[in-house]
């Protein structure tokens, strides 16, 4: 997800067999040498030669290695298939995540604060290929969604930081970023606390993922996401530049996490600051005669 949810020939086929070498004395027997004459006699040294020679040819040979160019290297057939296979499936298409029931709502190591703490999450709404793997993920994606989402692929020390201090039923914005019209497009809930990025589609332990991370393991871990569930979508978004008119000095944004440290994905937002944007959307909302899509309330 974001800065965020998949029979080569054998070398023994393609071997012919060495064919067998008939020794001297098969050889002698097919092609039987004309006798020589009575009166030509071999000298001792002559006739002494040509058994050695015999005895050189008796000795049987190793079998001719065969020539790099006759073994198909499976190896690399192995290798090519394996590349393949990322390109082949979306970055969410084929998850593997573990069974989200068996994911705690609540992780004892994620320090706890009293009351609602509000945050915003960036991700990629538009088409973006990462090691071959599309990593596009929009409010519609979260929306359609049956089950928690993870919100994989983060890999910043800042923004994995402030994931591990969500607590289960903060609220955040969802920022759609690295497109055409970057901004807030609305909202989600954080339903589980931090666990390990590492089964999931854009997992750091995974080869071939995205954003792996050959550092982060089993053992120690470096990489954590939460799981967030689709909440509102705002029915006019509020773009970038709307927000950095009331982040100038004296506006009501001026502080805002997301205008300071404008790289960060995953960033703190105060409550004044929450309350000041809903009311916004909400007004942006009334004015363009449209209401936003959001969850019914039970």
């Known amino acids: 997800m974001p800065p965020r949810k998949r029979s080569a020939p054998t070398a023994d086929d393609s071997e012919e067999a060495a064919p067998k070498r008939r020794s001297l004395r098969q050889a002698a027997k097919g092609n039987p040498e004309p006798e020589a004459p009575p009166s030509a006699k071999a000298s001792p040294p002559k006739k002494a030669a040509k058994v050695a020679n015999a005895k050189k040819q008796e000795k049987p040979k190793a079998p001719a290695k065969p020539s790099k160019t006759e073994e198909p290297n499976v190896s690399k057939v192995k290798k090519a298939d394996k590349k393949k296979e990322p390109a082949q499936s979306s970055s969410r298409g084929v998850s593997e995540d573990p069974d989200i029931d068996s994911i705690p709502t609540v992780n004892p190591d994620a320090p706890k604060h009293d009351g609602q703490w509000y945050w915003l999450m960036k991700a990629e709404p538009e088409t973006r290929i990462e090691n071959g793997v599309?990593?596009?993920?929009?409010?519609?994606?979260?929306?359609?969604?049956?089950?928690?989402?993870?919100?994989?692929?983060?890999?910043?020390?800042?923004?994995?930081?402030?994931?591990?201090?969500?607590?289960?039923?903060?609220?955040?914005?969802?920022?759609?970023?690295?497109?055409?019209?970057?901004?807030?497009?609305?909202?989600?809930?954080?339903?589980?606390?931090?666990?390990?990025?590492?089964?999931?589609?854009?997992?750091?332990r995974r080869p071939g993922a995205p954003y792996y991370d050959p550092k982060s393991t089993k053992e120690k871990p470096i990489w954590d996401l939460v799981h967030v569930e689709f909440r509102k979508?705002?029915?006019?978004?509020i773009g970038l530049k709307e927000l950095r008119e009331l982040g100038k000095p004296g506006g009501p944004l001026e502080m805002m996490q997301l205008l300071k440290q404008s790289r960060l994905s995953v960033s703190k937002v105060s409550g004044e600051e929450w309350r000041f944007l809903c009311e916004l959307a909400d007004e942006k909302a009334e004015d363009a005669g449209l209401k936003h899509d959001e969850v019914e309330k039970d």
């Open 134 to 204: 599309d990593v596009k993920f929009s409010i519609d994606d979260l929306k359609a969604k049956t089950e928690p989402e993870g919100w994989d692929g983060i890999r910043a020390y800042a923004a994995r930081n402030n994931m591990r201090n969500m607590n289960a039923g903060d609220l955040a914005f969802f920022y759609a970023s690295n497109c055409k019209e970057p901004g807030i497009v609305g909202i989600m809930e954080i339903v589980k606390e931090f666990s390990e990025d590492s089964k999931s589609p854009r997992s750091a």
């Open 233 to 237: 979508k705002f029915a006019v978004p």
